[in-house]
């Protein structure tokens, strides 16, 4: 069946009853699955009822409506109120009908000659003699306007190439700031960690000497070394070392937004943790820094867990590092 | 009366406990469940006021008791609007055969059917509009005065207007006006009852 039913006037059809058995259960069935297409029923519905208190349907269809409408005390109340709605409407319509019509009537030529009618005789030739001044003095002031409308259109466009400019410096200017803090965020970062490893040094009871000059260890580790290969970097950790500094070289696509170590001895033991890491990218690579206590390590072998944090929060792997440490 | 008829000739009735198996039937909890039930009953009404019915909500509440019957005898039903849809035509077919029975009566005594009669409290129902009106909005009140003003190509000029005046879509337009029609039609009929 080619029936579209979208079409208003299929739906009004079916409302007044000219639709076959067929059709209607299409649209029955259709209009229970689907709240647009009731809606849209109830809407041709109200227009038919509007249509009908304004007599606007044919006496066919005026039949059917009151055969199908009309039997019901509920549907008989719609057609009530869509009556009293009309007649608001209607009352509303009215007065802008009127308005429109004066707007249209009148000219400004006609308002000049009325004018001009209602004058007096003395008054009128007064009026009439003055005229051509008037004009003259309007044509003055036409052309001095236009050269001020000129000078200030001259001055505007100015002004705005100057803002223009003050616009850009001042967009370079807040790269630059914004560049800064950046650098000074991630260098305030690291002092915090130095900072936090050298309180967790001075707790371990360092009484002796009270402020050490820290002496800084330092190695780097590449993915990719197995727990039992030969060729594992080694740490050598001379007596006086306070510190160990670790660059743990990482891939420049790994995707997480921070890092978290794990630092276990050969044996399984956790002698070191820490989160909230961040990578950085330096000649080309990119590393994730750590401060470790010297005290921490012993001669040894040592196998680092690094993990990354997605963006969502949740953490996973990202490899395994193994190295040895010499104390002497 | 059809309805009221065939309505007579059941025997069956709605037990407390066969509408709560019903309404068990109908979904998870008591809530949705109820919320179910409407939505089926109410569009029953429509599908009988559709059907040009003079008792739509009796004939609503005849199908729901049909449906309640079938539960209750333990029949399994899948889709419960379009099985309520089902029976609602069956039971349609039985208001037809009734109000053709009816028509023949009426024919041989020489009485015509109750004409519908306009009742006279047409200006009273004005007041009440011109004042459930006054409830509005300023934009809702033009909107519906504007959507439902003059006569049909006029009104699609009046609703293009609308369109472009509140940026939005024809579908949501339709969706206010008919909410606002609602809302005003039983603000209306409350107004008149209560007089």
């Given at each position: ?5 979208n ?12 639709l ?9 069935d ?14 041709v ?8 208190v ?24 719609r ?13 509303q ?7 429109v019509?004066?707007?249209?009537s ?17 008054a ?21 306007t ?8 001259e ?40 900072d ?25 580790l590449?993915?990719?070394l197995?727990?039992g ?8 950790l001379?007596?006086?070392?306070r510190?160990?500094r670790l660059?743990?070289?990482?891939d ?7 890092f ?19 990578a950085?990218?330096r ?14 390590l ?19 792997d990202?490899g395994?590092y193994y190295?040895n440490?010499?104390?002497? | 009366?059809?309805g009221r ?16 198996r019903?309404?068990v039937?109908l ?38 008791n ?7 005898e ?11 849809v ?12 009734g ?15 109750e ?14 509009l ?7 909005t ?21 609703r293009?207007?609308l ?5 939005i879509?024809v579908?949501?337009l339709?969706?206010?006006a ?5 809302k005003?039609?039983s ?9």
């Amino acid at each position: 069946m080619a029936t579209d039913l979208n079409s208003e006037s299929v739906i009004a059809r079916y409302l007044l009853g000219e639709l076959s058995e067929e059709q209607q259960v299409e649209i029955e069935d259709r209009a229970f699955a689907d709240h647009k297409y009731l809606a849209s029923i109830t809407a041709v519905e109200n227009d038919l009822i509007d249509e009908y208190v304004r007599n606007e349907l044919s006496p066919a269809e005026r039949q059917r409506f009151e055969k199908q409408f009309l039997a019901s005390a509920e549907r008989r109340k719609r057609v009530e109120f869509a009556r009293a709605l009309t007649g608001v409407i209607e009352e509303q319509a009215v007065p802008k009908k009127i308005v429109v019509r004066e707007s249209k009537s009148w000219s400004w030529m006609d308002s000049i000659y009325a004018f001009i009618n209602g004058l007096a005789p003395a008054a009128r030739i007064a009026f009439v003699s003055a005229v051509p001044l008037l004009l003259i003095g309007a044509g003055y002031l036409s052309i001095e306007t236009l050269r001020l409308r000129r000078e200030l259109t001259e001055t505007r466009a100015a002004n705005q190439s100057q803002q223009n400019s003050q616009q850009q410096a001042l967009e370079v200017e807040r790269r630059r700031n914004e560049e800064l803090n950046a650098q000074l965020n991630q260098e305030k970062q690291q002092r915090e960690q130095t900072d936090e490893s050298l309180r967790e040094l001075s707790e371990a009871g360092d009484a002796v000497n009270p402020a050490p000059r820290p002496v800084i260890a330092s190695l780097t580790l590449l993915p990719g070394l197995s727990r039992g290969g030969d060729n594992k970097p080694s740490l050598v950790l001379p007596e006086d070392a306070r510190l160990v500094r670790l660059q743990v070289g990482i891939d420049p696509e790994e995707p997480y937004k921070s890092f978290g170590v794990d630092l276990h001895t050969s044996a399984g033991s956790q002698v070191w943790t820490r989160e909230n890491l961040k990578a950085r990218n330096r000649r080309g690579a990119r590393a994730v820094g750590l401060t470790i206590p010297a005290s921490a390590l012993k001669s040894g072998e040592y196998e680092l867990r690094l993990r990354g944090v997605t963006e969502s929060g949740a953490a996973e792997d990202v490899g395994f590092y193994y190295f040895n440490v010499r104390k002497r | 009366m059809n309805g009221r008829n065939v309505a007579a000739r059941q025997k069956w009735t709605l037990t407390q406990e066969a509408f709560d198996r019903l309404l068990v039937a109908l979904g998870g909890d008591r809530d949705s469940a109820a919320q179910k039930y409407l939505e089926i009953r109410t569009n029953l009404v429509r599908f009988f006021e559709w059907r040009g019915c003079s008792f739509p909500e009796d004939h609503a509440d005849e199908t729901i008791n049909r449906i309640a019957k079938r539960v209750a005898e333990g029949e399994e039903i899948l889709n419960y609007s379009g099985y309520a849809v089902g029976v609602a035509r069956l039971l349609l077919l039985e208001i037809n055969k009734g109000r053709q029975r009816e028509q023949l009566a009426l024919a041989e005594i020489g009485q015509a059917s109750e004409a519908y009669e306009e009742k006279d409290d047409g200006e009273h129902r004005l007041v009440c509009l011109r004042s459930c009106l006054e409830t509005l909005t300023t934009d809702n009140r033009a909107l519906i005065l504007q959507y439902y003003q003059g006569e049909k190509g006029e009104k699609i000029q009046n609703r293009k207007k609308l369109m472009d005046q509140f940026g939005i879509p024809v579908n949501t337009l339709r969706m206010r006006a008919l909410r606002l029609r609602e809302k005003l039609q039983s603000c209306v009929e409350e107004c008149v009852g209560s007089a």
